[in-house]
């Protein structure tokens, strides 16, 4: 979430077409859904009133249709197509399915509307044989007069199931008029590699709270330097919501999401980018929880609870490593947009999750997007400690990452929210002994926060302990109850990623690093478990 939120309501503007600020902040998400369908439907009785009678005076709101719902109800008319070949493919983003091993998702954009979309899939880059037909889902979101036009985006996606495990594939991506396989575009040919069918060590890389920036894209690049398995990204991903509570202005950017995806299709067109949501990936445009837009934009696994309503909240096994996606949007104290939209289902798959990966693998990682523990700018969220943090003491879990907070901050090793053994730079933790290590890792590319005053980064090089830090949670009154926390170990105000090595049998243990986008490492510590 962005940190610009101290401006009086009387002193936010509102946009032509969205939600008054001081309105917002008592809507849901289905509310203001609601609310913006409302208010679209009315503008474009105008627009046809005003046509017929030949005033045409309100330009800029459309209509729209497309899988995920969009604002308003009215069909739009029909759209003229490019020719094929001069709708060029970009965005390309993979996923994994319910089993890394075998299934792959393909994910991709075009700038028009195609026909008959599909991927080529081979063992080489020259042998691209089977040819599997690909779906569409596309968006509509209506203008704002003087401030944003009407937008199409139009989302291709391809399942590729019986894949083999431990295996090499090459695959592009086309259409009627565009096919991957001819000399010209022989040049957009990507490749992936399934999980292995058993543990073999492995590296994965996580941040939260990227959107578009230089800064983002050093990121991608030196975390691509790692030859990540897979990427976790902990919400607040485009930031095509710029404000993530409408709090300043419902301004909303679309558009963001073609950069951010063009952006980061450097690493994503090869490395599975698993997303979660956080607070400016709920988009009121789209549908009444706000999941519309992620909906059309992702392909995840399917085994979470809902995934229709709850696309952000999945799990899959890679090696010796149970991962497990969390909407914190459900639970939050601080912005309770969304707060209770799953009825406490999302909780009750968590609880049944974790009791399942703890007798399959050696680790547990979970992440999700509000901090549970931080001292920075949004402090902790009272509604994660209420609702998860009891989970994953019980349970063991082994890493908890999030983002929300743009900074890089560890804890030591907590259990029922008190310092179960100092973590030091360096130190091996024992989860079924210490306790739980949370990490905010929400250094991916936006501006930074900063902690506390007085309080100064501590991390590697440069490790400046202290007792104790003052702090503070939210409550459910959405008030700031002030902490005095000691367990805030490891602090870096800067652009960071997390770097996770994971080694099975007979070591067991993951080597937890946090790198600068320079590549300079400012944190590490082990996690083994029955030291």
Request: aromatic share 10%; proline share 7%.
């Amino acid at each position: 979430m962005t940190a610009s939120s101290r401006v009086s309501p009387a002193e936010r503007p509102v946009p032509d077409v969205g939600i008054p600020s001081a309105l917002a902040d008592s809507l849901s998400m289905a509310e203001q859904y609601e609310y913006l369908r409302t208010r679209l439907s009315r503008r474009r009785a105008l627009v046809a009133a005003s046509a017929f009678a030949g005033g045409g005076l309100l330009a800029g709101c459309g209509g729209g249709g497309g899988r995920a719902p969009s604002a308003g109800a009215t069909p739009r008319p029909a759209t003229g197509r490019v020719p094929g070949s001069a709708a060029v493919p970009f965005g390309r983003h993979l996923a994994f399915g319910a089993d890394p091993r075998t299934r792959m998702r393909i994910s991709w954009q075009v700038p028009s509307a195609v026909r008959k979309p599909f991927v080529r899939v081979g063992p080489t880059p020259w042998s691209l044989s089977r040819r599997i037909e690909a779906e569409v889902r596309d968006l509509h979101t209506p203008g704002v007069a003087g401030r944003r036009p009407a937008l199409d985006q139009y989302y291709l996606h391809a399942a590729l199931d019986g894949l083999r495990p431990g295996t090499t594939y090459y695959y592009g991506v086309g259409h009627e008029g565009y096919d991957p396989a001819d000399r010209e575009h022989r040049a957009g040919i990507a490749g992936f590699r399934t999980a292995p069918a058993r543990p073999e060590r492995f590296v994965f890389t996580a941040f939260g709270d990227q959107g578009v920036t230089p800064d983002a894209l050093a990121n991608d690049r030196a975390l691509l330097g790692r030859g990540p398995a897979f990427h976790l990204h902990a919400g607040d991903i485009a930031y095509a919501d710029g404000v993530g509570h409408g709090r300043e202005s419902d301004l909303y950017d679309p558009a963001a999401w073609d950069l951010f995806l063009g952006q980061t299709e450097t690493v994503a067109r090869s490395v599975p980018w698993m997303v979660t949501t956080g607070n400016h990936d709920m988009e009121a445009w789209y549908s009444p929880d706000g999941y519309g837009g992620q909906s059309a934009r992702w392909s995840l696994p399917d085994n979470g609870f809902d995934p229709r309503r709850a696309p952000g909240v999945y799990s899959f096994v890679y090696g010796n490593v149970g991962v497990v996606a969390l909407d914190a949007n459900d639970v939050s104290y601080e912005i309770p947009a969304n707060k209770g939209y799953t009825q406490g289902r999302q909780t009750a798959w968590l609880e049944r999750r974790l009791r399942e990966l703890r007798g399959q693998v050696d680790f547990v990682v979970v992440f999700f997007h509000h901090c549970a523990y931080s001292t920075a700018t949004h402090a902790s969220d009272g509604g994660v400690r209420d609702a998860w943090v009891p989970l994953f003491d019980r349970y063991r879990v082994d890493l908890v990452i999030n983002g929300h907070n743009h900074v890089y901050e560890r804890t030591d090793a907590l259990r029922g929210g008190a310092v179960g053994r100092r973590v030091p730079v360096g130190a091996t933790t024992d989860p079924t002994r210490d306790g739980v290590v949370y990490v905010t890792a929400g250094g991916a590319g936006k501006s930074l926060y900063r902690f506390p005053a007085g309080v100064r980064d501590s991390h590697e090089g440069k490790v400046r302990d202290r007792e104790s830090v003052e702090t503070f949670h939210w409550t459910a009154s959405r008030k700031r109850r002030p902490d005095t926390v000691e367990w805030s170990r490891v602090r870096y105000t800067g652009y960071s990623f997390l770097s996770v090595e994971a080694e099975p049998a007979p070591a067991s243990r993951l080597t937890v690093s946090a790198l600068t986008q320079s590549g300079e490492r400012i944190d590490h510590f082990v996690v083994r478990r029955g030291t």
